[in-house]
Structures are given as structure tokens and as C-alpha cells.
């Protein structure tokens, strides 16, 4: 998950809570640095479990956060890994292409003085069901290896 997508969550988990005053920022580093790694699409079912199962909002988050993060991963294994892996030559049976590209913050590339920041993403292989291993339809975006090439990205190997 990025910064973006953890922020309203925490803000909207402390206006349920009546709070209305913000977690101080040098805070809020402190809790995503140790959140950053669980997927985005895991927030919504981790912000319901701390509205249900607390009275107040709770002082270390992340250790919650990473607890429901794992209630999450437990239910959705069990229905990701049902799919069997197919031979595929787009995705070499993954699932998931991978891309490096330039990072993006609010729309302009990141960089410093040593160049552009690039990340490493994945895409939904288009050509298989694979990808139903690893993540729901809706996670990412699929695409073939030939239309990212064409964006102008450097496809990288996949496991
Ligand atoms: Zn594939």
C-alpha cells in the first residue's frame, strides 16, 4: 500500500472513533514503515475489523493492522490457491508480469540528484488464469508483455 491510501483510512478509523484531531505526522511514518508491505486491497476488511472489535482507537496500530492483515490472508489463501497453475508462455505459468518503471508521486516522476526512482509493479497476465493464484480481479490490471513493451517498459523475468 502506498502513504495515500493508508492516510484516509487512519483518519476515517479516528473520526469513527471521535477523534478529531490528526496523528501527528513523525507518527504516522512511525505506523506505515511498519505497514507499508500489506497489499492495498486488504484495507478495506482490516479499517471494518478495528470499527467492530474496538471501543477506542487503538494506540499501536500497526500491531492490529498486521493482525487483521493476517485474518485477511488466511481467508483469502484458502480461495486463491484453489486455481491450478496452467503452462503459459506470456507469464511462464506466474500468473503476474512485472514491470520496473519511474515512480510516481501526484502525477510528476520521483527522482533526486542520481536520476528517477523506479519501482517494480505487476500486471494480471492476460493470456492465462494464473493470476487468480495470487491476487482478485480487481487488485490489478491485466496486460500482455507485447502492450507493456509498447508503453515503453522494461518487462522484467518472472519466477
Ligand atoms: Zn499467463
Known amino acids: ?11 476515517r478509523i479516528g473520526e469513527y472513533f471521535g477523534l ?12 506505515y514503515g511498519r505497514v ?3 497489499p492495498a ?6 479499517e471494518t475489523c478495528i470499527q467492530d472489535h474496538h471501543d477506542s ?5 500497526p500491531k492490529y493492522i498486521r493482525g487483521y ?19 503459459c508462455a506470456e507469464c511462464h505459468g506466474h500468473g503476474l508480469i512485472w514491470i520496473k518503471r519511474t515512480a510516481m508521486i501526484e502525477g510528476k516522476p ?10 517494480e509493479t505487476s ?6 488464469e494464473n493470476w487468480k493464484r495470487h491476487c482478485h480481479a480487481d487488485a490489478k490490471p491485466a496486460a500482455t508483455r507485447q502492450y507493456l513493451a509498447d508503453q515503453g517498459h522494461d518487462v522484467l523475468f518472472n519466477s
Do not use: H
Not at 520521483?110 to 519501482?119: A, D, L, M, V, Y
Open 110 to 119: 520521483w527522482g533526486n540528484i542520481n536520476g528517477p526512482i523506479t519501482e
Open 1 to 11: 500500500m502506498t502513504e495515500d491510501q493508508l492516510k484516509p483510512m487512519i483518519r
Open 36 to 38: 507499508k508491505d500489506i
Open 69 to 87: 492483515y493476517y485474518a485477511w490472508k488466511s481467508a483469502n489463501t484458502a480461495k486463491l490457491i484453489d486455481y491450478p497453475r496452467t503452462t
Open 41 to 46: 486491497e486488504a484495507l478495506p476488511y482490516i
Open 57 to 61: 482507537m487503538p494506540r499501536n496500530m
Open 123 to 128: 500486471y494480471r497476465c492476460a493470456s492465462c
Open 20 to 31: 478529531d484531531k490528526a496523528v501527528l505526522l513523525t507518527r504516522f511514518e512511525q505506523w
